[in-house]
């Protein structure tokens, strides 16, 4: 197949392409191909391809709470964009979404079929996109995931394994628990999903929730670091709300029998490709 990737330079899209080398891929960056560029995007139509795994996104949440025009430009009116190049080029489109379209209230994990509410505007941005997706198109997949890091990464783990080097002691909030979902995981899963034809919406995490300062632990204990003092914190103030507990149940993707392991082997996995 001729697998399109937009993001390519970001964590999911870098993991996609060690994923898919099986088929025929193109991978542009932010600067080869921008998403809010409706002419740039449609005229990737002379490449046909035949399936596109759109990951690029606005994922500063923060950042999306204090430029709400630049998020919903990137992430609901981008994803229009590379809905319409599915629709040009007849291509089935991946859409990579977030757990971040639940308000984590509900007190039980999450169906693929439960009401989004969104308590940020990254969320609710990335739901719009959700939004265009399922009414421009026939032919799609929407692969929800959740707290994505990968080898090279900017991201929570590398985080923790910098701020630990600099600091005696760290505060980790335990109000606040997720899917942790490593990356190359997450692509395997995804190159699966795009040729079952069993189109549709699905969760796609890591097994297992972890609050933060659990996930901050386990990634100490990877680098060799099991005794570093961690506190733990039950609120850490940031300009965007976030769900404080979003568990997702995956039912729709363990019926097309693909299932991820669980976030702790992730974890290991990562510390030993950063080779730390
Ligand atoms: N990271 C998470 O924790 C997380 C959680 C749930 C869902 N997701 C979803 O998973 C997908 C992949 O996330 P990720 O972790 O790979 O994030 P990432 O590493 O930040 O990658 C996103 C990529 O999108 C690119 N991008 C930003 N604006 C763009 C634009 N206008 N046109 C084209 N490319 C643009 C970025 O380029 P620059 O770096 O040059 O800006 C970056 O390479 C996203 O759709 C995200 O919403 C992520």
């Given at each position: 197949m001729r697998v399109l990737i937009t993001g390519g330079g970001g964590q999911v899209g870098c993991a996609l392409q060690a994923a898919l080398t099986h088929h025929d891929v193109l991978a542009p960056t932010r600067t080869q191909l921008d998403v809010t560029n409706l002419k740039a995007v449609l005229d990737v139509a002379t490449w046909s391809p035949d399936v596109i795994v759109h990951t690029a996104a606005m994922t500063n949440v923060d950042g999306c709470e204090q430029?709400?025009?630049?998020?919903?430009?990137?992430?609901?009116?981008?994803?229009?964009?590379?809905?319409?190049?599915?629709?040009?080029?007849?291509?089935?489109?991946?859409?990579?979404?977030?757990?971040?379209?639940?308000?984590?209230?509900?007190?039980?994990?999450?169906?693929?079929?439960?009401?989004?509410?969104?308590?940020?505007?990254?969320?609710?941005?990335?739901?719009?996109?959700?939004?265009?997706?399922?009414?421009?198109?026939?032919?799609?997949?929407?692969?929800?995931?959740?707290?994505?890091?990968?080898?090279?990464?900017?991201?929570?783990?590398?985080?923790?394994?910098?701020?630990?080097?600099?600091?005696?002691?760290l505060g980790m909030v335990v109000t606040e628990a997720g899917h942790p979902t490593y990356a190359p995981h997450l692509a395997q899963a995804i190159a699966r999903l795009i040729e079952t034809g069993a189109y549709g919406l699905y969760h796609v995490v890591n097994e297992g929730c972890a609050t933060r300062y659990e996930l901050a632990r386990a990634v100490l204990k990877a680098i060799g670091r099991p005794d570093y003092p961690l506190e733990p914190l039950t609120a850490y103030p940031r300009p965007a709300k976030v769900p404080p507990r979003v568990e997702l149940h995956t039912v729709a993707l363990r019926s097309l029998d693909i299932a991820l392991p669980h976030w702790t082997e992730g974890v290991t996995a990562w510390a030993q490709e950063e080779g730390i």
């Open positions: 430029q709400p025009e630049r998020a919903y430009l990137v992430n609901a009116l981008g994803t229009r964009n590379v809905a319409l190049l599915a629709q040009k080029c007849g291509a089935t489109l991946c859409y990579v979404s977030t757990d971040y379209v639940f308000d984590g209230q509900k007190g039980a994990p999450y169906w693929e079929w439960d009401l989004p509410n969104p308590l940020n505007v990254y969320g609710a941005s990335k739901l719009a996109g959700e939004w265009f997706v399922q009414h421009l198109l026939d032919c799609f997949y929407i692969a929800r995931t959740a707290w994505v890091y990968g080898p090279g990464g900017r991201n929570f783990p590398r985080k923790v394994v910098e701020l630990a080097a600099q600091r005696p002691s």
